[in-house]
T-cell receptor, first 117, second 112 residues
């Protein structure tokens, strides 16, 4: 149980285009979903926290107009990287905590590798 | 400033030995601390959670200790196997709800 999926797993796009990444909790309802970014050989950096039906809370230094987050249901959150540039190339990982399970544990998706040319 | 530090150098140990990984933090007062495993190109997988009022937690070959005075957690893998080779991340509850802040991770390599 507690499976989180992400789609796509890999994406290559041209500079200036927008990319949408989906994060789904497959067998539980997620109170909160989190979006992280991980650069090579570095740790996960939290970008934003989203709760279903409300606006996301962004971490300091993360541009909310560039990284659009929509949490439309208890099982789906999307991250859209708008006008992507090469420096946005990274590994994007989502996680979710559960209404019914312990909310202290986050269940992570497999990640999305974004390469902006 | 706030920091979560893990040994950035890889830890190489022989199969069958006990691996011990360290997580030190400063200027945090976490309600709990977690350990995750991450394989290359994959998302982290939850291993263990230990609360501020707990000294030790075990799960099969894994053991975690938490010393809030020293601001340190130790993560042990006994009878290590090559399949245990991965990066291990510690994470602290650092804000509202279930928000986590991660350490940089330590790469463990278990050789035959």
């Amino acid at each position: 149980g507690a499976v989180v999926s992400q789609h796509p797993s890999r994406v290559i796009c041209k500079s200036g285009t927008s990319v949408k990444i989906e994060c789904r909790s497959l067998d539980f309802q997620a109170t909160t979903m989190f979006w992280y970014r991980q650069f090579p050989k570095q740790s996960l950096m939290l970008m934003a926290t989203s709760n279903e039906g409300s606006k996301a809370t962004y971490e300091q230094g993360v541009e909310k107009d560039k990284f659009l987050i929509n949490h439309a249901s208890l099982t789906l959150s999307t991250l859209t990287v708008t006008s992507a540039h090469p420096e946005d190339s990274s590994f994007y990982i989502c996680s979710a905590d559960s209404q019914s399970r312990t909310q202290e544990t986050q269940y992570f998706g497999p990640g999305t590798r974004l390469l902006v040319l | 400033s706030q920091k979560i530090e893990q040994n950035s150098e890889a830890l190489n140990i022989q199969e069958g030995k006990t691996a011990t990984l360290t997580c030190n933090y400063t200027n945090y007062s976490p309600a709990y601390l977690q350990w995750y495993r991450q394989d290359p190109g994959r998302g982290p997988v939850f291993l263990l959670l230990i609360r501020e009022n707990e000294k030790e937690k075990r799960k099969e070959r894994l053991k975690v200790t938490f010393d809030t005075t020293l601001k340190q957690s130790l993560f042990h893998i006994t009878a290590s196997q090559p399949a245990d080779s991965a990066t291990y991340l510690c994470a602290l509850n650092t804000g509202t709800a279930s928000k986590l802040t991660f350490g940089t991770g330590t790469r463990l390599q278990v050789t035959l």
